[in-house]
């Protein structure tokens, strides 16, 4: 089955800075990979996508880039802000099922 | 529109008794998956359902089932609780269809097995 390995676990930055999460997958028939940020207490929520047929998609301050032949997306985000602390996961799919990485919370530092 | 909404929220069972979260999806969506949320072993997929049928089915034991409405609504059963299946359960819903569609998660059910 698909495997979805995420780093880094934790990461802290400053306010305004970018942060970068990665996540490798296994399965090479997977074609969908959403990104969900989940808040303490809440369940994750759909933050953006990438389909297998897209190199990258950018939503404001948010950015994800799929690199197929390597089997690794990542998510940019910029000019970050302390309501961007949050756990984020991602996730692969290739048929309905979506396989989710580890998660990394991710901390904006006034 | 309306998101999906689970109850309850908060539940504490047990050891052996039995259990029954609810799932309401967003208007309009047909798909129900299910997911188990813990510490250890993060998230993982439990089940999905689409028109009341099981599509799909992750590797949890038979203690784990569900079904789903004619108005897609959609419970999930634990039998025999164990210590082990304290955990935020997670519902989401999608409009249906392979390839995966986007999935819109409730704010799930934490169950504490004491």
Redesign the interface.
Known sequence: GENVEQHPSTLSVQEGDSAVIKCTYSDSASNYFPWYKQELGKGPQLIIDIRSNVGEKKDQRIAVTLNKTAKHFSLHITETQPEDSAVYFCAASSSRQLTFGSGTQLTVLP | KAG?TQTPRYLIKTRGQQVTLSCSPISGHR?V?W?QQTPGQ????LF?Y?SETQ??K?NFPGRFSGRQFSNSRSEMNVSTLELGDSALY?CASSHAG???Y???????TRLTVT
């Open positions: 999906v798909s998956s997911y993060g998230l993982q997929f999905e689409f599509r799909n992750g997670l392979p390839p995966a986007e999935q819109y998660f409730g704010p799930g």
